[in-house]
């Protein structure tokens, strides 16, 4: 990892410098200086590769995106909870500014446009560099198409102040240049083993590919043949060696697991914490909890903002199932005598040192878990019962639930997964993706299963900033603000 650290930090400098659009991203182009100037050997693209995945594991981060809209957390006493949380989002309120995501796009744009004349020593090396920013881009474009819709699709590098000025490309047809960007990596990828489980990988690859594959089944209404292909890429990831913990207290405490397949990197005292910091509750917010030894808290708000809770609707999952072995790490009820006070999001509960708690958990980006339950969706989805019910299963039983005994039509037993996923995908960045998803795919409806949406006519995908639209006049606003 001190490799890793130190790669990051010079390009991170060369980043500084680097790309973009202007006009389409409010950011000064200048990649023509790393262009011209930077890469003069092979030497030179690791680096810069390494250095993209600081903003892979920003976007990875991005709780605002993946968590805040969902049902998941309600304000702490110590609120953290932006806008989105509330759905109050419009043309000038909670809107998004893109400029980091095409700043990576163009990053990855200009690595491919400059290794092809290199001749490498070793053709592998080159293969493995070529593929792993196939699949920064491609799961950039991915956080884009969840979040906005509708998004610019730029594939050249920009190696001059001529910007284009891209419009707003289709959802599908986003989501064709993520495939192919994946299966190109898939096929440039050297091994299918886990070299390193903090940078991108054959089955990192194809966990992204199965989980873009049920986006644009459910989403974008593209028909069984997606539903399929995620099948297929999950299968080739169950295929690389990964394994379920026997212990689920272990899943998000203890880095580059079996269970993992790719992680954003986080130690302490480094430059950002990761999201959890915001949930972590600090000793003044704690001090009277009658089972305050239970609870991990931290000594300052420094370390911990007691700014998220559990919401009701999160732990209503757990009802009922007086064997999951999941709930004890994954929330604590903290006392005041015998009366619960407040609900705490654990999941990620950071490492103790001896001056205080830090938030710096990995956060997991893709975990075997969750590959069985997109399988299980998928099935579902093609009205594969048997099949859907087996991966769901491999989820149950692990988590100490035993097999499922519900009903076994194809509403019930997705909204079986939906529900699964809640519990066990908790507070990892996934819930309003799947809320999205699963709105589409018809198993619940958004405005009603979200408190804060109930009565509301918010999108579900967010709008564009002022700032973006006014650098580029051929971009138009998110349909519905």
């Known amino acids: 990892m001190k490799k890793i650290h130190k790669a990051t930090t010079i390009a991170a400098l060369i980043l500084a410098s680097l790309t973009g659009c202007q006009k389409l991203l409010d950011v000064t182009p200048q990649s023509q200086i790393t262009g011209q100037v930077y890469f003069k050997n092979e030497g030179d693209f690791e680096p810069f590769v390494i250095g993209n995945y600081t903003s892979i594991r920003a976007f990875a981060n991005s709780i605002t995106y993946g968590t805040e809209r969902s049902e998941e957390l309600i304000q702490g006493p110590n609120s953290r909870l932006s806008t989105a949380w509330s759905q109050i989002l419009s043309n000038t309120t909670g809107t998004i500014n893109y400029n980091g995501q095409y700043k990576a796009i163009g990053s990855c744009n200009l690595l491919l446009d400059k290794i092809e004349p290199f001749n490498f020593s070793n053709p592998a090396t080159k293969n493995r560099l070529k593929a792993e920013t196939l699949c920064q881009r491609a799961y950039t474009y991915f956080f884009l198409v969840r979040v906005v819709g509708d998004t610019p699709l730029m594939l050249t590098a920009v190696n001059d102040d001529n910007v284009p ?7 599908a047809d986003v989501l064709k240049q993520i495939f192919a960007d994946l299966d190109q990596a898939t096929s440039l990828f ?9 940078r991108f990988s054959y089955g990192a690859a194809q966990a992204l590919k199965a989980e873009a594959k049920l986006w644009s089944a459910k989403v974008t209404e593209s028909g069984a043949a997606d539903y399929n292909d995620a099948i297929t890429a999950a299968a080739a990831v169950e295929a690389t060696g990964v394994s379920l913990l026997t212990n689920f207290k272990d899943v998000t405490t203890t880095r580059a697991n079996a269970e993992v397949i790719m992680s954003a990197y986080y130690q302490r005292d480094e430059t950002g914490a990761n999201y959890a910091l915001n949930a972590l509750p600090f000793y003044q917010t704690v001090q009277a909890a009658s089972n305050l030894d239970s609870i991990p808290y931290t000594l300052t708000s420094v370390n911990g903002q007691s700014g998220y809770e559990v919401s009701l609707k999160s732990r209503q999952l757990f009802s009922g199932l007086p064997n999951d072995k999941r709930k004890p790490y994954t929330f604590i009820t903290e006392r005041q ?20 708690r830090i938030s710096d958990n990995d956060i997991i980006m893709w975990r075997l878990a969750d590959i069985y339950l997109i399988e299980a969706e998928a099935y579902a989805a093609i009205s594969n019962t048997g099949k859907a019910i087996e991966y769901l299963n491999k989820v149950r039983v692990r988590a100490g639930n035993g097999n499922y005994a519900g009903n076994t039509d194809k509403a019930t037993l997705e909204r079986a997964i939906f529900d699964e996923r809640g519990r066990e995908m908790f507070f990892e960045n996934k819930r309003w993706y799947d809320i999205v998803r699963f709105h589409f795919g018809g198993t619940i409806n958004a405005y009603t299963y979200v408190p804060n949406l109930v009565g509301k006519t918010t999108p579900l995908f967010w709008p564009l900033s002022a700032t973006v639209l006014a650098a580029n006049k051929n971009l138009t606003q998110t349909p519905g603000y």
């Open 337 to 356: 005598g015998t009366t619960p006070k407040h609900y705490w999001a654990i999941k990620l509960p950071g490492n103790k040192y001896t001056d205080d």
């Open 190 to 198: 050297p091994e299918k083993t886990y070299a390193n489980k903090y």
């Open 165 to 171: 000025l891209l419009p707003r490309s289709k959802a």
